[in-house]
Nanobody
Framework: QVQLVESGGGLVQAGGSLRLSCAAS????????MGWFRQAPGKEREFVAAVSWNGGSTYSADFVKGRFTISRDNAKNTVYLQMNSLKPEDTAVYYC?????????????????WGQGTQVTVSS
């Protein structure tokens, strides 16, 4: 059974930065794409960014391009989301997820393992 545990969330002022981490346990995920999603109060969960199995390819939602960077360290079985220039509208619970396949995808149903989420709050 795969477990994903997110960390690094918190309260930050607009314009600030946070780095989220997602540590996987149970088995290695170095053949699976990994992704980050987020869900704000009253809204549906939305795709943020994904990274391919070897880190060679990434894909991000338009609203985070140029601000957020996804990366992975397969030796540590960990995925990261570096978030810069944060805005109040980035406030949400951020979820890490492992995809069934090796390539980046924004399709929610392509991910079969999910973490519990970490809260990110950006104040204005």
């Amino acid at each position: 059974q795969v477990q994903l545990v997110e960390s690094g969330g918190g309260l930050v002022q607009a314009g600030g930065s946070l780095r989220l981490s997602c540590a996987a346990s149970g088995r290695t995920l170095n053949t699976n794409a990994m992704g980050w999603f987020r869900q704000a109060p009253g809204k549906e969960r939305e795709f943020v960014a994904a990274v391919s199995w070897n880190g060679g390819s990434t894909y991000s939602a338009d609203f985070v391009k140029g601000r957020f960077t996804i990366s992975r360290d397969n030796a540590k079985n960990t995925v990261y989301l570096q978030m810069n220039s944060l805005k109040p509208e980035d406030t949400a619970v951020y979820y890490c997820a492992a995809a069934r396949g090796p390539y980046t995808t924004e399709w929610h149903d392509a991910y079969n393992y999910w973490g519990q989420g970490t809260q990110v709050t950006v104040s204005s």
